[in-house]
């Protein structure tokens, strides 16, 4: 029976009733079970599941999965499919899957314990709204949950209110593998108000690596992390790594709920950009991480170009039972040249110093708060730069700590150093600790 619009007089209010499909299939779509799939999570529905597909795919309509566990052993999406459920808890398409291009998945579950989801090489506009991704192997095998796998390329995927779940073995959430050139990379990719449930490994990592035949010449771009929640994860939470022109990517709006639970890997930070380049770090909630909250690597005399701005970096909350070691900075530079950091709050109890340049050159800090809130030697200073850490600049920027050797670390070759229009909460203590002969300049700053 095909829908209707019903007018229904309740007292005095004229109501619209939506009349429900017959047997649930929304309008135009084929059913599953219409071509044998049984859906009760034992027969293998391959088959059935297979020619449903070839006829919804020719017919040009979606194909329906009412609720049941619909089992198949490996199953490629035709171009052009589309895919409904009941929902992500109700319809669970269980099985080794492969995206095609020109693909929209909404109100499902897919995937199968021990197999990563693939995409076909070259997939393009594919969406997924509201579903549930579970399943994952092990990094000896597929390695994560969702893969974006080395040698393929795919763009102008999307993903809106998904579930990302996590990876049962030892592997990732998703996994995005670009060789840097035209055939093998990755742009346009997007997570929208997705939810990462906390993999062993990490929870979203890129990566880029030369293939030993192409020069890298197009790496990935464009990828865009958007108003999404991270559970604590076993190592980062997020990595941008490249070889190559990498990154130019955006990570915006997200709560990352920590990282480094998993003492069987040496990366605990919360967020890793190495070597990424052109990346926007912007209005993101990090909590406390085993490591640092950032870990920021680069190649010295490369200008990143990247932008941290309007973030809370919380280390006095958290949502793991690891605590960094003295020795761990929340913030972390290593050899990054022209970064801008603006607006952001970098708040602990624990680990080692608010923020570590290591040989960093020509950063610019601006309207930061760094705020160490133990007592006494407890504290750390609120910034340590080293040699090479030269040309840097704070304007705006609030300092507090209760260390009484001083707020702002700078050694011998960290020339240029210049502090502006800042503000120094020492309790007490000297604003500088510096070795004699190493001039910092500060100007119309405030101590109190």
């Not at 297979?50 to 035709?78: C, E, I, M, N, Q």
């Not at 991704?133 to 809106?160: E, H, I, K, P």
């Not at 999404?228 to 709920?257: N, Q, V, W, Y």
């Not at 190649?299 to 973030?311: A, H, P």
Request: charged residues 15%; contains cysteine; proline residues 4%.
């Amino acid at each position: 029976m095909l829908a209707a619009l019903a007018a229904v007089l309740v007292g005095a209010a004229l109501v619209a009733v939506v009349l429900t499909h017959r047997g649930g299939v929304p309008a135009g779509a084929l059913s599953v079970t219409a071509y044998g799939a049984r859906g009760d999570g034992t027969t293998d529905d391959t088959k059935a599941v297979t020619r449903a597909l070839s006829a919804a795919t020719a017919a040009h309509k979606a194909l329906y999965f009412p609720a049941g566990t619909y089992k198949v052993d490996s199953l490629a999406l035709p171009s052009g499919a589309t895919l409904v459920g009941a929902g992500a808890a109700r319809s669970w398409l269980a099985g080794r899957l492969e995206i095609a291009g020109g693909s929209s998945l909404r109100d499902l579950r897919l995937g199968v314990k021990g197999a990563a989801l693939h995409f076909a090489d070259g997939a393009a506009h594919t969406t997924f709204d509201r579903v549930t991704f579970t399943g994952g192997g092990a990094m000896s095998g597929d390695g994560c949950v969702v893969s974006l796998q080395s040698g393929r390329a795919a763009s102008y995927l999307t993903f809106r209110d998904c579930t990302i779940g996590a990876d049962p073995f030892d592997g990732n959430g998703v996994s995005l593998n670009s060789l840097g050139w035209s055939g093998a990379t990755y742009h346009d990719i997007v997570w929208q108000r997705c939810h990462f449930m906390g993999s062993p490994r990490m929870d979203l990592e890129c990566t880029q690596r030369f293939d030993g035949k192409h020069a890298i010449t197009a790496g990935y771009h464009a990828i865009t992390i958007s108003d999404c929640l991270f559970e604590p994860s076993g190592s980062e939470a997020i990595s941008f790594d490249a070889a190559g022109r990498g990154g130019l990517s955006t990570i915006s709006g997200c709560t990352i709920k920590g990282a480094g639970w998993n003492s069987a890997y040496p990366w605990p930070e919360g967020v890793e950009f190495n070597h990424a380049v052109g990346m926007r770090f912007v209005d993101n909630t990090v909590y406390r991480c085993r490591g640092a909250m950032i870990n920021y690597s680069s190649d010295q005399g490369t200008t990143v170009d990247n932008v941290l701005s309007g973030n809370r970096f919380d280390a006095t909350k958290t949502f793991i039972t690891e605590v960094p070691p003295s020795t761990s900075a929340i913030i972390y530079f290593a050899g990054v040249n022209g970064a801008q950091f603006t607006d952001n709050l970098v708040k602990s109890n624990v680990g080692g110093q608010l923020m570590y340049l290591s040989s960093s050159p020509n950063n610019h800090f601006t309207n930061d708060r760094f705020i160490d809130t133990r007592t006494g030697y407890n504290a750390h200073q609120c910034a340590w730069l080293t040699s090479g850490s030269s040309g840097n600049t704070f304007s705006a920027d609030l300092f507090q700590s209760p260390l009484p050797t001083g707020l702002l670390h700078v050694e011998a070759g960290a020339t240029g150093t210049t502090v502006r229009d800042s503000t120094f909460v020492t309790f007490g203590a000297p604003v500088l600790d510096v070795p004699p002969g190493v001039t910092v300049t500060l100007v119309h700053d405030t101590q109190r």
